[in-house]
Every structure is written in structure tokens, then in C-alpha cells.
């Protein structure tokens, strides 16, 4: 009984994997299976969040060297598109001068993925709007860009 149930699953599995192969296409696919970045920073200056359309909410945190980009993450409630998504706009994120933060759109995202269902592309614009929330409160924050720390459990 055993076996057939782990066969079962193994066929399952890989019928999702195949499927979210031709539905991401191979960097999508592999990012998706190897999420980069994902998870909140325990140091950072700005943490944004933001709200999709479809319900899927995405933060992104920075954590500057300077006026660089030294680390960024995500965190996301969404579907794997928003979890790929949310991965690359973090990755576009690194090394950028504050600045080049408003370069990162939707569009690039989609891009770099290369192959994201028609269905499923405000993913990538959620991704870039939450860099662009990032960014605005970076700016807009002034002289307090300090240091930020994950709250300790209570």
C-alpha cells in the first residue's frame, strides 16, 4: 500500500513539476524550486508593504550601504508567481544606487523571468510597486534612515 502511495505522489509531484515548467519556462521554474532571498532581513532601513489587486500581498526589505543596495529580501503571501517575482525584484535590488531603484518595473521583472502567464503578470508589477513603496519611504523618511531590527518575540 506503501508503495503505491509514494508512487502516486512522485507522479503527482512530477505533474506539477512539468507543469510549472511550461508555465514559468526554466528560469521561472528554477526559481521557483530554488526561491533566492526569500524571508525577511533582521537588519534593514525600510521594509514596505503592499496589497495586489488579486489579494496577494508582498513586503521588501533593504538594507543600504550608503546610497547602495547592500541586501534585500522578501516576503509574500502570494502564489509561486508572486514567490518568483518577489525573488527577482529583490535580486534587481542589490548593488543599485538609491536611485536606480525606480529603473525596477514590472516590465523588467518580466523580462528577467522571461515567461509568466498572461494571468498571472501583475505579479511581477505587485514585486516592482513594492520596490517602488521601498523607495518612496526611503526618500521620504529624511534623516531618520537608520538601522531597522525585526521585532524580538514577545
Not at 54 to 64: A, K, N, V
Not at 135 to 150: F, P, S, V
Request: charged share 30%; aromatic share 8%; with cysteine.
Amino acid at each position: 500500500m506503501t508503495d503505491k502511495l509514494d508512487q502516486f505522489i512522485d507522479s503527482l509531484q512530477e505533474e506539477i513539476n512539468q507543469e510549472a515548467r511550461q508555465v514559468l519556462g526554466e528560469k521561472g521554474f528554477h526559481r521557483w524550486q530554488n526561491p533566492r532571498f526569500r524571508g525577511s532581513l533582521e537588519h534593514f532601513d525600510v521594509h514596505a508593504h503592499t496589497l495586489g489587486d488579486c489579494g496577494d500581498s508582498m513586503d521588501i526589505y533593504l538594507e543600504f550601504d550608503g546610497e547602495k543596495v547592500k541586501n534585500a529580501s522578501y516576503v509574500t503571501d502570494g502564489c509561486g508567481s508572486s514567490n518568483v517575482c518577489g525573488s527577482f525584484a529583490a535580486e534587481l535590488s542589490m548593488g543599485r544606487q538609491v536611485e536606480e531603484l525606480a529603473d525596477i518595473t514590472g516590465e523588467l521583472i518580466l523580462s528577467r523571468l522571461g515567461n509568466v502567464p498572461e494571468d498571472e503578470k501583475h505579479c511581477a508589477f505587485l514585486a516592482a510597486g513594492t520596490v517602488q513603496e521601498a523607495l518612496r519611504i526611503y526618500m521620504t523618511r529624511g534623516t531618520d534612515n537608520e538601522k531597522r531590527e525585526q521585532p524580538g518575540p514577545s
